[in-house]
């Protein structure tokens, strides 16, 4: 079992950057894959950008060439920047970790076993 906590978010102009991380303690962290969603009010939970346990990414097409995911097993901390930021990115972020198939992309959020408690982005106009 791994625990997940979010920290990094905040309140920023569009255009700005914001560094999201997540903390995770438990299992071996670089036993899971990786991924970063989204849910903005009276919106489903979106994909927003997944990381295998070798450091493979993909990010979803509204964040492309934006937001970064990353991941440093050292300090079992997930990573997302996110640059350029715009006020339809204005969302709680949350960490989830995939433990089955770490080897590959997770795009669904049926396929994630752990979920942090989430950290809200907020960007104004």
């Known amino acids: 079992q791994v625990q997940l906590v979010e920290s990094g978010g905040g309140l920023v102009q569009a255009g700005g950057s914001l560094r999201l991380s997540c903390a995770a303690s438990?299992?071996?962290?670089?036993?899971?894959?990786m991924g970063w969603f989204r849910q903005a009010p009276g919106k489903e939970r979106e994909f927003v950008a997944a990381?295998?346990?070798?450091?493979?990414?993909y990010h979803a097409d509204s964040v492309k060439g934006r937001f970064t995911i990353s991941r440093d097993n050292a300090k079992n901390t997930l990573y997302l920047q996110m640059n350029s930021l715009k006020p339809e990115d204005t969302a709680v972020y949350y960490c989830a970790a995939e433990a089955s198939v770490p080897q590959v992309i997770h795009t669904d959020t049926r396929e994630y076993d752990y979920w942090g408690q989430g950290t809200q982005v907020t960007v104004s106009s």
């Open positions: 990381i295998t346990w070798s450091g493979g990414t």
């Open positions: 438990g299992r071996t962290f670089s036993s899971y894959a």
